[in-house]
């Protein structure tokens, strides 16, 4: 069983920064790419980072240049930091990975950016 716990989220003002974490367990963590996405109220879920087992990151176009995703395989964890902030950037946020043909998220964390 697959399991994904995130944690991080809160109240920030614009221009502030936060990082998400994304405590991972079953045994799986290193072998797999892992995802960040989010979703706001009245849209769409979307895929804001994701990083492949070797590290390799790639960026939605909202979060470029203000968005770095990293991973800890010693601790089956992988990071979110968001910088600079934006209220177009409140949402919740999911982790997720695809394993053995199945789809597992987190419970979500709640960021949100407002003066």
């Known amino acids: 069983q697959v399991q994904l716990v995130e944690s991080g989220g809160g109240l920030v003002q614009p221009g502030g920064s936060l990082r998400l974490s994304c405590a991972t367990s079953?045994?799986?963590?290193?072998?797999?790419?892992m995802k960040w996405f989010r979703q706001a109220p009245g849209r769409q879920r979307e895929l804001v980072a994701s990083i492949t087992s070797t590290s390799w990151p790639y960026y939605a176009d909202s979060v470029k240049g203000r968005a770095t995703i990293s991973r800890d395989n010693r601790k089956d964890t992988v990071y979110l930091q968001m910088n600079s902030l934006k209220p177009e950037d409140t949402a919740v946020y999911y982790c997720?990975?695809?394993?053995?043909?199945?789809?597992?998220w987190g419970q979500g964390t709640q960021v949100t950016v407002s003066s």
């Open positions: 079953g045994d799986i963590f290193s072998a797999y790419s």
């Open positions: 997720y990975v695809f394993v053995r043909g199945r789809d597992y």
